[in-house]
């Protein structure tokens, strides 16, 4: 939708909501300012979601015109920028959209996931601590599965298989979970709850390269010839170049 239609069915929607009650601008209320303010944000991140980042920017400046401490509006910017690669002022708006809401679970595992990207892992893993702390937040699995996967980055096993496990009893259909699961129950030689972590993973999530190596080296460890030697056919034909596929060819 063009961004001038979307704001003109926006603005039509507010005005027809104050109608009734006698205002002629929908800004004019705190209610209207609010509701206006709301939709700006929803809208700039539709626009985020389709990959338009530029657009997006449009309406969330609009909001915070309206609001400039709004924690939605700033943290919307942030990921516009985060997705744009501009990770300086995607920090500046995390923070201040933490400056509004600091105890925000989605807030502080968004703001945490940054900081994986920016490899800042142990500042990433105090965010989503205390993101975990929430224990009604709906996403707390995702919390956790991040908490996972930051302590492996930080040479942390045992907190990492505990961070994973605690993932998967609050959601079992976790792929990425999983297959830091079955990779590590493979590493310690644990062959049968590697390749249960396996197959779920198989169920829920299509290969990569990582996961085809992986897939290759438990079929050989369960002298399955035939399997081992498919997910090798895959991983040349669809990740040639990668380092999985070179250390591929070593183990052969």
């Known amino acids: 939708m063009p961004l001038r239609l979307a704001l003109l069915l926006l603005f039509t929607g507010l005005a027809a909501g104050c109608v009734s009650s006698g205002y002629e ?19 700039g991140l539709g626009y985020l979601r ?15 015109e309206l609001d400039s ?6 943290a919307a910017l942030a990921l516009v920028f985060q997705a744009q690669a501009e990770p300086e002022l995607a920090d500046q708006y995390f923070n201040k959209a933490l400056a509004s809401r600091p105890a925000d679970p989605r807030l502080l595992n968004n703001y945490g996931s940054f900081l994986f990207e920016q490899k800042r892992y142990d500042q990433a893993s105090a965010y989503f601590l205390q993101a ?3 224990t009604l937040y709906p996403e707390r699995s995702r919390v956790y599965e991040n908490l996972g996967v930051t302590s492996m980055r930080l ?3 045992d907190s990492a298989r505990r961070q994973l496990e605690k993932a998967l009893h609050l959601n079992g ?3 990425r979970a999983l297959l830091e699961m079955a990779e590590m129950s493979y590493e310690d030689r644990h062959y049968v709850p590697a390749r249960d972590y396996y197959e779920r993973f ?3 999530s299509g290969q990569n390269a990582r996961s085809l190596l992986l897939g290759v080296r438990l079929a050989t460890v369960h002298e399955e010839r035939d399997t081992a030697a498919r997910f090798g056919q895959q991983l040349e034909r669809l990740y040639p170049g990668t380092p999985e596929y070179q250390q591929y060819l070593s183990e052969q």
Not at 50 to 64: D, I
């Open 132 to 134: 975990s702390t929430d």
């Open 25 to 43: 601008s929908p800004l004019q209320t705190g209610k209207g300012r609010d509701e206006a303010r709301v939709a700006y944000v929803q809208l």
């Open 50 to 64: 389709q990959g338009m980042s530029e657009q997006a920017k449009v309406p969330l400046k609009k909001a915070l």
């Open 155 to 157: 040479g942390q096993r």
């Open 69 to 74: 401490g709004d924690a939605d509006a700033n």
């Open 202 to 204: 198989s169920l829920l």
């Open 173 to 175: 259909r976790q792929p």
